[in-house]
């Protein structure tokens, strides 16, 4: 096998991928070379992703299910939110993976090669993989690889989104499949910021997902116990059948991650493609991908491609406000999505809202909380 490619991806998720069909243009262009590295290239983990979008993305094509309308329930009340122009679209990643091995296996100028990356080094000019003790060469490394960071509990907050869902059918048709319930908070609030995510997929199958906000998972049979109680109680439903479940642990922290290294850069989670206070990564690794190839297309080294300036401060503060305050978050994002038109909080959580939609937003959210954290914030940002 060679061991020198124009461009080495490290990690092949959900980042890896999108940024391997971003490049497949300019490889076929120019004649390049991609070799993409991941310990394994079998769909192990099942993952739904779910983003809104205006436009239609490259992925359209693999969106299992889209809404135009989406509640938020909290204390008795449900707010029913037309949301167009955006669509809430979900991906299936079994989808996403096979339609994306499709395209790599039918072009020349992508490699794969299955190992345990166990270093990632540059000297400037170099950058070396070294996977199952084998080196690779290139100038341009993407990694996506997880990696860990010492946490600084007192500069930082870390919280994790932890969640466990359902894909369940029922005998009847229960569900709405034209709406999707992003929030709903009727869940005991005592341990962090916690809802039921609700996606029907027709009338007789949804997703159905407890997520918390909170800095440690659950046993599974406690997920497992929640939602069963949600299910049956709240929803009213005795009879259903597990077609698939799904879950995991989103990491949500201003802790800042690093762009990478010289010519070594960090994509997906480990680039900080995740919104540190809503968990939502998807739509950032696309746009990540779209400015890295675009960098490359102008034989640029695609560096900073995720700048969230004054939005990652916000995220900070919002972060700040749930990890003092355990049961406040409910009332926060109810009323986040009550007091402004869901297109302005929609543009303002994808990090696209002007200063003016800002102001607009900040003054409807409860002002003691808010300024503590902003004080809190601006406080340990002097320690070191
Ligand atoms: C169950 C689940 C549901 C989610 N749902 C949503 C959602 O609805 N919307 C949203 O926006 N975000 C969602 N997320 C968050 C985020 O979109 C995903 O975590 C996404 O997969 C992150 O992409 P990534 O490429 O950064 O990491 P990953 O997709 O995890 O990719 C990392 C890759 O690196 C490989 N790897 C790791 N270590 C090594 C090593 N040492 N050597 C070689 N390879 C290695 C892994 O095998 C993996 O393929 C979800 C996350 C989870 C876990």
Redesign the pocket.
């Known amino acids: 096998m060679d061991v020198y490619y124009d461009y080495i991806i ?8 999108s940024l391997g069909v971003h490049l497949l243009p300019l490889l076929e262009q120019r004649n390049q070379r991609l070799l993409i ?4 290239f079998e769909h192990l ?7 809104w979008e205006k436009e239609t993305g490259i992925f359209d094509h693999l969106v299992h299910c889209r809404w135009d309308h989406v509640n938020v329930i909290h204390q008795g009340q449900k707010l029913t939110m037309d949301i167009r122009p955006y669509r809430y679209k ?1 991906i299936r ?1 079994m989808d996403f993976y096979d339609y994306t091995s499709f395209l790599f296996d039918a072009s020349p100028q992508v490699h794969y090669f299955t ?4 270093s990632l080094t540059s000297d400037g000019q170099l950058a070396t993989v070294i ?1 199952d003790g084998k080196p690779f060469y290139t100038t341009c490394l993407f990694n ?3 990696g860990t960071i010492m946490q600084q509990p007192k500069k930082f907050n870390y919280l994790l989104q932890h ?1 466990k869902g359902w894909t369940i059918s029922t005998t009847e048709a229960l569900f709405d499949p034209l709406q999707a319930t992003l929030m709903d908070f009727s869940v005991a609030q005592e341990d962090g910021t916690a809802f039921i995510y609700l996606l029907p997929t027709s009338e007789t199958t949804a997703l159905v997902e407890y997520t918390e906000f909170s800095t440690q998972r659950l046993s599974d049979s406690e997920y497992e116990r929640r939602l069963i109680a949600y299910i049956t109680g709240r929803l009213g439903i005795s009879e259903f059948a597990i077609l698939e479940e ?5 990491p949500m922290t201003d802790h800042p991650f690093s762009a990478g290294n010289k010519n070594i850069i960090n ?5 900080g ?2 919104k540190a206070s809503s ?7 696309q746009s990540q991908s779209l400015k890295i190839a675009a960098a490359l297309r102008d034989d640029k080294l695609p560096t900073d491609t995720l700048q969230p300036g004054r939005f990652g401060f916000y995220d900070a503060i919002l972060l700040d406000v749930l990890s003092s305050n355990k049961t406040i978050g409910a009332d926060i994002f109810f009323r986040l999505f009550k007091c402004s038109p869901p297109e302005r909080v929609l543009r303002f959580l994808d990090n696209k809202s002007s200063l003016l939609d800002e102001g607009r937003i900040f003054l409807r959210l409860p002002k003691t909380v808010f300024t503590k954290s902003l004080i809190n914030k601006i406080r340990r940002s002097f320690i070191h």
Not at 45 to 51: A, D, I, L, P, R
Request: hydrophobic fraction near 40%.
């Open positions: 490290a990690g092949a998720g959900c980042a890896g991928r590295i991941d310990s394994s983990v099942n993952k739904t992703w779910c983003f979900m990643s190992g345990h990356v166990t996977a996506s690889i997880p969640f799904e879950s995991g642990a989103i994509i997906g989670t480990t680039g493609a995740t968990g939502y990564t998807f739509s950032f690794i």
